[in-house]
Nanobody, 126 residues
Framework: QVQIVESGGGLVQPGGSLKLTCAVSGNIYSFYRMGWYRQAPGKQREFVAVLNSGGGTNSGGSTVYADSVEGRFTIARDNAKNTVYLQMNSLKPEDTAVYYC??????????????WGQGTQVTVSS
């Protein structure tokens, strides 16, 4: 079993900052991709940012961002804690959404799996 738990969402004024945390636990041998997605009311879920294999600012790998958040959001990972973060700065009302963490990983049994968290609400409003 794998658990993915997001936290850190909330209400923030335009121009403010929030840091989301995604903690992953369970039968995981290694990650090859961890990312954040978001879904605003009435819209489809969209890509926000991803760390690719081995990835994280403390362990190498590559990051990719959606154009809409490039330069404002930063994704990073703490390997020791199996945790990925999303630092969000200069927030805009259009960033309002439920933010979901996704993890693509290999289990100790060798299976490649993908899983999602339950999401955390981010609301940007004055």
């Amino acid at each position: 079993q794998v658990q993915i738990v997001e936290s850190g969402g909330g209400l923030v004024q335009p121009g403010g900052s929030l840091k989301l945390t995604c903690a992953v636990s369970g039968n995981i041998y290694s990650f090859y991709r961890m990312g954040w997605y978001r879904q605003a009311p009435g819209k489809q879920r969209e890509f926000v940012a991803v760390l690719n294999s081995g990835g994280g600012t403390n362990s190498g790998g590559s990051t990719v961002y959606a154009d809409s958040v490039e330069g404002r959001f930063t994704i990073a990972r703490d390997n020791a804690k199996n945790t990925v973060y999303l630092q969000m700065n200069s927030l805009k009302p259009e960033d309002t959404a439920v933010y979901y963490c996704s993890a693509d990983y290999t289990t100790y049994g060798g299976a490649r799996m993908s899983n999602w968290g339950q999401g955390t609400q981010v609301t940007v409003s004055s």
